[in-house]
């Protein structure tokens, strides 16, 4: 099951600088897509979201973007922070499906000083 | 800041056996899901829960599998005879409601590991 598919399993970038997480998906039936920040040995934490009735959603460091028509999204950070080293999850959900979420495999990423 | 709590955060268990894992949603929320992560792999839908009966399930969630809503508080995952390939980390996760907007919010998950 590829609906979700985070095809970078690592990202490595320097402090200051940008970092851009992207996602991909199949199902066009997804009209919700969130982000979520993991550290080993915690459960996934929200970090932004994003309609299908929109194509950019800020929050403080954080943007997401959505291209319906190309079914991709990505995060952008900037500035990029070492607190910001972590697995970033895509996730996806659909309308009539109780709101599931479907996740991709994750990227690592790895801000260094 | 509220947030979901599971325990234990470590279960072994002989295969066989059963297990029951815990978990305590946001007080508000309505709406309770079970997932998993087997290690190396993606996080995967499990159940949804609403208003005290099952809303979805996935093909994992075989009859097995059983969760419950014993009081107002604690929302349970019960496997009633484990399998190796039951190994994986189990993640609870709460919502407010099924809305636009309303993103899941997870626990720390529990580790089974079966032996």
């Known amino acids: 099951d590829q609906q979700v598919k985070q095809n970078s399993p690592s990202l490595s970038v320097q402090e200051g600088r940008i970092s851009i997480l992207n996602c991909d998906y199949t199902?066009?039936?997804?009209?919700?897509f969130l982000w979520y920040k993991k550290y080993p040995a915690e459960g996934p934490t929200f970090l932004i979201s994003?309609?299908?009735?929109?194509d950019k959603n800020e929050d403080g460091r954080f943007t997401v973007f959505l291209n319906k028509s190309a079914k991709h999204l990505s995060l952008h950070i900037v500035p990029s922070q070492p607190g910001d080293s972590a697995v970033y999850f895509c996730?996806?959900?659909?309308?009539?499906?109780?709101?599931?979420?479907?996740f991709g495999k994750g990227t690592l990423l790895t801000v260094n000083p | 800041e509220p947030e979901v709590t599971q325990t234990p955060s470590h279960q072994v268990t002989q295969m066989g056996q059963e297990v029951i894992l815990r978990c305590v949603p946001i007080?508000?929320?309505?709406?309770f899901y079970w997932y998993r992560q087997i290690l190396g792999q993606k996080v995967e839908f499990l159940v949804s829960?609403?208003?005290?009966?099952?809303?979805?399930k996935s093909e994992i969630f075989d009859d097995q599998f059983s969760v419950e809503r014993p009081d107002g508080s604690n929302f349970t995952l019960k496997i009633r005879s484990t399998k190796l390939e039951d190994s994986a980390m189990y993640f609870c996760?709460?919502?407010?409601?099924?809305?636009?907007?309303?993103?899941?919010?997870f626990g720390d998950g529990t580790r089974l590991s079966i032996l």
């Open positions: 996730a996806a959900s659909a309308r009539g499906s109780n709101y599931k979420l479907t």
């Open positions: 829960f609403y208003n005290n009966e099952i809303s979805e």
């Open positions: 996760a709460s919502s407010p409601d099924r809305a636009i907007n309303q993103p899941q919010h």
């Open positions: 007080s508000n929320h309505l709406y």
């Open positions: 994003i309609s299908s009735i929109k």
């Open positions: 199902n066009s039936m997804f009209d919700y």
